[in-house]
């Protein structure tokens, strides 16, 4: 009997990737196509869909030159960066560029609509402020800033739900996905049309909610003959890229986290029910979605430039690769001596909620070398990733496990430096891509390879463990203070400082 295949694709930030398991959950091949987004203002980051169904059709293809049969694939399951806005017309046409997730310009629409609807009955329904970055307050923002092109939406999806048109022709999402867009009701797991209708945004335009395993489409003729991938094989709706690598890396119960650094920075912890919401101060800033398996939920603190803060590093001053940027760090003791960096290259999210907020490297002196400010950069992510831990240790959320994912948690040293930071153990498998792995999961599930997470095959061994030092995280304790101190005097500057009138 030939071995049969479920297919994972993942549509992140930086690139679209895909991965093809068996049963037993083992990668049987993979395939990847980089893209970059595009910044036309300071705070805005924008994607065309063509970026994503290109690199999707390129990474398939490199499965299939690895000699895999996609005849043998028996389900697709796909995962993408949130909250980005995709939009179609009348005939199904993109209506140009995406606003992404890590996209600031549109805070006076998030206090417009809260304004508007009121925090306590946002919090009440939606589980969450509304936070720039989030899908609602960009569709009031091309209401204002551009008539003619918002008089010709006809649909709104992400970027997960934009592949599964492409490949299907079927217009949906996910409950996960459907989360970060301020229109959902969390709890329920259904649109919300008391916030819809208030923002005076058409039902229609919206696509159906589907749980994520549920099988919304198969593979058309169009996109067989696109991808070479067979005709008719069915499609699961799919999750938001957190929540499917959380499930790629087992973590879909209480009692295990997981922190991923990828483009974004997430610090997530699945969730049995939805906990009592306040609207106090930065616990605000704190994600409260749809988990991907039916009845579970999480809670998220998102950092918006962490791997991105490397990336910027690296390719702003011209450094050939990771290794080579990041050869030498380890020689340079826990606190880059004194040099302390905020990453806000692109405002924040959590636990700030500041879109004027701006990247820093504070205290260079004469000692410093390339190598310390890049272990720098990583030790100032790090204290962001720590900032959302705690917002969760603050709701009462108890995690024992820490696991940590994302194309940055390759990196030995950047582990050990959180591991000491957040005071944690961390666990990571290093060759996995989690959100195409926890996608093609999904498919399996909507195929009924497996019927629950209980019959999954035992992919999620005891991983890499990074310890952490207790010396060097008392050194740590202490940048943090400086850095959340630096942070704080900062704030009246950057308001100064950041002309917001340039964002628009
Ligand atoms: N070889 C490497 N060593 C360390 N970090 C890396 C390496 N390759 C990529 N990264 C980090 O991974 C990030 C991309 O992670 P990834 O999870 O692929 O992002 P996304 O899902 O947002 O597209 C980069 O910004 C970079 O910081
Ligand atoms: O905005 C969020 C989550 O709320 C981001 O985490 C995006 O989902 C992008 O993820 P990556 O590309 O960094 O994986």
Known sequence: MSEEFLLGIDIGTQGAKAIVINQNGEIRASGSHPYDFSVPKTGWAEQHPHQWWDGVKNALKQISQRGIELENIKGIGISGQ??????????????????????????????EITDQIGETKLLNITQNAVLPGFTAPKLLWIKKHEPERYSRIKHMMQPKDYIVFKLSGELSTDVSDASGTSLFDVKNRCWSNEIIEALKIPHDWLPQVHESQTIVGQVSVQAAAETGLPFGIPITAGAGDNAAAALGNGIYEEGKGIISIGTSGTVFAPLKQVPERTGEGKIKTLHLFCHCLPGTWHAMGVTLSAGMSLKWFKETFSINSYDELLSGVEMVPSGSEGLVFLPYLNGERTPHNNSTAQGVFFGMGYQHTRAHFTRALLEGVSFSLKDCLELIEKMNIRIDDWYVTGGASKSGIWRSILADVLQK????????????????????????????????????????????????????????????????????????????????
């Open 82 to 111: 949130m909250h980005s806005l995709v939009l179609l017309d009348e005939n199904k046409k993109e209506l140009g560029s995406s606003i992404l997730w890590n996209d600031v310009r549109t805070h006076i629409e998030c206090k």
């Open 425 to 504: 153990p961390l666990r990571a498998f290093e060759e996995r891509e989690g959100p195409a792995f926890g996608a093609a999961l999904l498919a399996g599930l909507g195929t009924g390879v497996w019927k629950s997470p209980d019959e999954f095959p035992s992919c999620f061994d005891q991983g890499i463990r990074s310890e952490y030092n207790a010396r060097n995280s008392k050194i740590y304790k202490d940048t943090h203070e400086i850095y959340s101190e630096l942070y704080n005097r900062l704030v009246p500057l950057y308001s100064k400082t950041s002309n917001r009138e340039k964002m628009i």
